[in-house]
Structure formats: C-alpha cells, structure tokens
Antibody
Framework: EVQLVESGEGLVQPGSSMKLSCVAS????????MNWIRQAPKKGLEWIAL????????YYADSVKGRFTISRDNSKNTLYLEMNSLRSEDTAMYYC????????WGQGVMVTVSS | DIQMTQSPSSLSASLGDRVTITCRAS??????LTWFQQKPGKSPRRMIY???NLEDGVPSRFSGSRSGSDYSLTISSLESEDVADYHC?????????FGSGTKLEIK
C-alpha cells in the first residue's frame, strides 16, 4: 500500500524558516517525480514544486521561487521542502504527492505563518 | 502560465442527476489533464488522468472527456457519496496549474 506521511507542521513568525518532510513507502520512491502542493484555508489547490526522480530537475511556482527549495533523499525515501522568508500568505495545508499527475497524496501538514 | 478556468464554482444537484464540471485551458494541453476529488477534511484523490482514463477503483459513473480546449468530468447518476470538491490540473507545462475548484452538493 502506498503511503506518504508528511511532518514538520507548526506555527512560525513571518520571515522565519521551516522544513517539511514526506516519507514514502509502498512503492519504489526513486522511480517517481514528487510534488509539493498546498491549499490555503477555504481555498483551492496550488501546485508549488516538483522534483524529478533523480533530482536532476526541479520546478517551482512563481509564488515560492527563490524562497522554497524542494529536495529528496532516495536512500531514505524522503522528500523535503525547505521554506525560507515565510509570509502570511504561505499559510496552508501542505501535501506531498507522488508522480507528475498526483497519483497518491499524503495526509497533509498545516503550516501557519503569523505573528 | 497556462490558466485553467473551471466552472461552475459550485453546483447543487439532486440524487440521480447527471452532473458535469468543466475546465477550459488557455493553451493547448493535449490530454495532460487530471481530475481530483476532495472530500471534506481529506486529501485529494485522483479520479481521472490523461483526460479520459478512470483511476482504478473509481466508480464507472465517473467519466472524463475532452472537446477542444474544454475538459469535462461527468457523473452520470449522482450519489450522496459524491459530495466533494473537484479540481482539475494541467501537467503539460511548468508551472502546473489547477482550476479554481467546484463544490458539489446535494440539493
């Protein structure tokens, strides 16, 4: 059974940093590109980043480019999202999702940016 | 960036009704269109991929179609368990973009 388990949720102040993790199991993690997607409260989904299976390419939404970094460790079956210079508008549920077309999703973690 | 215009934003229908949700792409996306269902308090679930392919385990009352730049998700006979938000995603060009979502309720 495919499982994606995010961690790292919390409340942080504007301007601070935070790192999310997503541990994968039930499939060959190193064979799949992985995404981070977020959903602000009562809002729609926003794709924010994708990393190729071998980390050779990374893509970002304009809203996070230069502030967020997606990475992965295939030896640990883990996807990461490092978030810097956080803003109130980054407040959202953050999901990791398997594959280009979001074949499976994690349960999500809540990130709240507020003073 | 490719814009995905999703309509309607909300929809109230009766049990047994045929329901259609549409996403219009601002540029050619081929069949790189995915539909997700998101029930309240849950993570999204992939329902349709490649515009018309039904995900394993998804009831056959769900279907996807394409007409030009318009992509549709149709539920042939609405059931109570279909109450959810529905989202479309284009994945042909970075940044990937979602439609704004459709909230489906029972009348």
């Amino acid at each position: 059974e495919v499982q994606l388990v995010e961690s790292g949720e919390g409340l942080v102040q504007p301007g601070s940093s935070m790192k999310l993790s997503c541990v994968a199991s039930g499939f060959t993690f190193s064979n799949y590109g992985m995404n981070w997607i977020r959903q602000a409260p009562k809002k729609g989904l926003e794709w924010i980043a994708l990393i190729y299976y071998d980390s050779s390419s990374k893509y970002y939404a304009d809203s996070v480019k230069g502030r967020f970094t997606i990475s992965r460790d295939n030896s640990k079956n883990t996807l990461y999202l490092e978030m810097n210079s956080l803003r109130s508008e980054d407040t959202a549920m953050y999901y990791c999702a398997k594959g280009t077309e979001g074949i499976h999703w994690g349960q999500g973690v809540m990130v709240t940016v507020s003073s | 960036d490719i814009q995905m215009t999703q309509s309607p934003s909300s929809l109230s229908a009766s049990l047994g009704d045929r329901v259609t949700i549409t996403c219009r792409a601002s540029q050619d996306i081929g069949n790189y269109l995915t539909w997700f269902q998101q029930k309240p308090g849950k993570s999204p679930r992939r329902m349709i991929y490649g515009a018309t392919n039904l995900e394993d385990g998804v009831p056959s009352r769900f279907s996807g179609s394409r007409s030009g730049s318009d992509y549709s998700l149709t539920i042939s006979s609405l059931e109570s368990e279909d109450v959810a938000d529905y989202h479309c995603l284009q994945s042909i060009q970075y940044p990937f973009t979602f439609g704004s979502g459709t909230k489906l309720e029972i009348k």
